[in-house]
Structure formats: C-alpha cells, structure tokens
C-alpha cells in the first residue's frame, strides 16, 4: 500500500475543517438516523467480504460496516479522523489509511467500494 503524504499545508486545512465537526452534536444524530436508512438500503447489495471505506470522516458508516465484512480498509485525509475511527471501532481486521483519495495506490483488491 502506498499513499503519497499530503503537504503540510493540505494537512493544516484537513485539520481545521476536521474540527469543525462534533460526533456527539445534535446535527450529528439526525445525520446517524439518515446512515441508519442508507446501511439498511446498501449493505444487502454489498458482497464483500473486502471492503474499502472512502472519506470515513467520524467513522459513524464505518461503525456499520466493521459488524458486517470481515475485511475493512478505512481510508481519510485527515489523520484526525482516521485516529478517531480507529479508537471507535477498535476493530482488529481493519487496516486505517491517513491519504487524499487522488494520492491513495492500494494493491489490495476489493469487493465493494463506499
């Protein structure tokens, strides 16, 4: 896996917009209870079982996924995200990638991509 590390002026404007959003925020809720509908609409049509999350942000989708696919890549430009992530699922058959999208190589092969 390779990921081309963004500049330090990529991640300083990912770190400011990062923390512009509270997971436990009212807003935030009414948000989850809209994933809640989209999982119940997606994950029948995933196959799996390797999966590659784009753009995890709070790891609110992530949290869904990681009950049902046995293998998990979580991908996101911010490393605070991808750090809160990782600490909320604590999930073992996971893998957590701190990249643009544009600058993510993979050699993986995945079933589903969300």
């Not at 959003?21 to 948000?31: F, I």
């Not at 994950?43 to 949290?63: D, K």
Request: glycine letters at 2%; proline letters at 4%; aromatic letters at 8%.
């Amino acid at each position: 896996m390779k990921a081309k590390i963004p500049s330090s002026k990529e991640k300083n404007r990912l770190k400011k917009i990062a923390s512009w959003y509270n997971p436990q925020s009212t807003k935030r809720m009414v948000e989850n209870f809209h994933l809640d509908y989209l999982v119940k609409l997606l994950l029948p049509r995933l196959n799996g079982p390797h999966v590659l999350e784009m753009s995890c942000s709070t790891g609110v989708m992530t949290q869904r996924l990681i009950k049902k696919f046995p293998t998990l890549t979580v991908v996101d430009g911010s490393e605070k995200y991808i750090e809160y992530t990782k600490n909320l699922v604590k999930a073992k058959h996971a893998t957590f990638v701190a990249s643009l999208l544009e600058d993510l190589e993979l050699e993986e092969k995945f079933d589903d991509i969300i």
